[in-house]
Structures are given as C-alpha cells and as structure tokens.
C-alpha cells in the first residue's frame, strides 16, 4: 500500500466513518467522540475497523477497538499500521 | 460437509427458523458455503403469497446470517456466546426465490471478532446471484 498524505487520509477516513454512523462528513471533526457526540455503538467500530483494513490492506488486532473513539484515534491507528 | 445435527450444535436457531439444510465447505476464519433447500410444504408460503409463492427477502437474509454464525463458530472454537444479534444489514436483492430453488449461500468474512463480525454476503439460486451485500452482528 502506498503512503498516503495526511489530508487524504482524513478525508476517506471520515468518510468512512460518515458512512457507517450514517452522518454527514462535517460533522466529524478531530474530537468530537464517536459515542457521546454521534450516537456509534460497539458493532459501528467493528465496521470502522474492517473498513479501515480493507481499504488500507492492513490489519489491525481486535484489542484495538477501544481507540476506536474519535477521528483523530482512528487516523493515529490507521497511521500505526500502514 | 457439516449436516443439519451439527449445525443445530453450533447455532441456537430451529424448527420453523432453522434456514440452513447443509455446510458444503468451510475455510476457518475466511469463508462458508452452505445451502437451503426451499420446499413448497414450508408454512409461511400460504400467505406469502397466496397466488405467487415467494421465499421472503427477509429469510435469504436471515440464512446469510446463520451461515455467518456457523463460520465463526467453526473458527473462534472456545467462543463462549450462544446468541448473535444483527447489528446492520445492506443488501440489494436482485430476483426472487421460488419452491424448487436450492439457495446458495456464501459468505466471505471481512472481520471477525470475540464481540461479532463484518461480512461479505452472497446468495444465488442455479449460479445467478440473487441478493448481495453486508452483514455485521454481535455476539452475546
């Protein structure tokens, strides 16, 4: 997988996430938590994360679902494993 | 192969909701191909419908389901869950099912956890696909 520049991967990462909590991409920003602020449940970041593997071709353990918590974890998670 | 006995002894489904007759092949932790035969004796055909009957949408899904179930508990083999609940579903159907069809199913898994699983659903009756799409649900 090639790298990818950090603005890309922002923008597809939220909107991945846009798709799967079925929001719109504005509304994701850095902070704003997945629980408290856009209603995701713990199979929504199940989702995020095989998205996340498929898109990247990479694979990320199941004990790191708990970071899984807002845009910037996912990108920091993402960025570990590329 | 794995016949309906074993698949009672994995998943808690039954007796009218049982929607898988057979497991024709199984690769641990990445795909499962099982099949359902649909019979004109099944009950629900009296009033679905009464003049065309159809195997409801809603069991293709429900079979897609149990085939996923099957496949994760063949792969996590001490997972302790007994329940599976749908958490999401999309997929697009794409012609109908009649008594004397053999339902294909087929399921590859995108990701598989102790908390549920991610995956790719596929149905088809004669080698035609009738219905496609995503599944995710959770274990209890």
Known sequence: MPKVDDLTLEKELREIIAKIVEIEPEKITQDASFVEDLGMDSMMALEILAAMEKKYKIQVPEEKLGQIKNLKEVIKLTKEYL | MIDTEEI????PQRFPFLMLDRVTELKEGEYIKA?????????YFKGHFPEAPTFPG???AEAMAQAACVLLKKSIKDLA???FY???VKIRFFRIVVPGDQLQIFIKTVKMTRLGGVFEVEASVDKTVVAKGDMTFACK
């Open chain 2, 58 to 60: 809603a069991f293709i």
């Open chain 2, 8 to 11: 009672k002894s994995l998943i």
């Open chain 2, 35 to 43: 099949y359902k035969n649909v019979s004109i004796n099944e009950e």
């Open chain 2, 81 to 83: 869950a007994t329940k």
């Open chain 2, 86 to 88: 749908v958490t999401s």
